[in-house]
């Protein structure tokens, strides 16, 4: 089942479209995705593929997400997620794959934003949802720029929910990093915050806003009035 699912990848491959791909998720030297490979493949295709491969064991899906084609990392996501909703609610298996994740994100094979902003929330943030979360601490505190953003991604999650605590508690972690992936990622969670309750957002521009990176300030004022946008723009 391994080999076919990999045969069917590289079949819906596509030189031009690969080419396009490795520019946009920066892959060039010293870049953040240095060295990543692409077949090419648009995300709703994978998906198609995927879904013949929903029974695919976790040696399996290991395999995948060790490969250096960033197609097969993200179909083995795609997989892992629907394992992980079969195990839901209360199946033995949601700590094992929850575990799985973990170890996959400290080894460096989720490492590309659109791999962690398709799978945190929706493993690691979905599966502490009722549990402590010192990891996504450890995580926020790790020098790795993947681990770090699954760390405030995963706290999507919870804002689904208005649970907000920990999204601001990370955002304040990761306020002064330096990479622009990072401030982006912020940004965005606290603008979901601010479509779920404006006043917790503005409570922490109230607080922030000054020392905020630009990127990170802009994303998080882009559902705001234009009032409040430019007055926390001015600084």
């Not at 199946?91 to 973990?102: N, Q, S, T």
């Not at 493993?123 to 953003?149: C, F, H, M, Q, V």
């Not at 995963?154 to 208005?162: E, G």
């Amino acid at each position: 089942m391994l080999k076919k699912i990999k045969k069917d990848l590289e079949k819906a491959g596509n030189k031009k479209q690969a080419k396009l791909l490795q520019r946009f998720f920066k892959t060039g030297p010293g870049e953040y995705g240095e060295g990543d490979i692409f077949l090419g493949i648009k995300v709703p295709v994978q998906r198609t593929i995927c879904k013949a491969y929903y029974d695919l064991d976790l040696n399996s899906i290991q395999s995948l997400l060790s490969s250096k084609i960033h197609e097969e990392r993200l179909c083995a996501l795609f997989i892992l997620i629907e394992k992980y909703k079969k195990c839901l609610p209360n199946c033995k298996g949601e700590d094992k794959i929850a575990k799985f994740y973990i170890r996959n994100v400290k080894a460096g094979r989720i490492n590309n934003w659109d791999l962690i902003d398709l799978s945190a929330p929706n493993i690691l943030g979905t599966y502490l949802l009722d549990k402590p979360r010192d990891i996504l601490y450890k995580l926020a505190k790790s020098k790795n720029l993947w681990e770090k953003r699954v760390a405030i991604i995963s706290t999507m999650a919870f804002i689904k929910i208005h649970d907000f605590k920990d999204a601001i508690k990370i955002s304040e972690i990761l306020l002064k990093d330096r990479q622009d992936l990072i401030h982006k990622a912020v940004g965005w969670v606290l603008r979901e915050i601010g479509k779920k309750d404006e006043k917790v957002l503005l409570k922490f521009l109230d607080k922030h806003y000054k020392e905020m990176p630009r990127t990170m300030l802009r994303y998080s004022l882009e559902k705001l009035s234009e009032k409040k946008r430019k007055f926390f723009m001015k600084k």
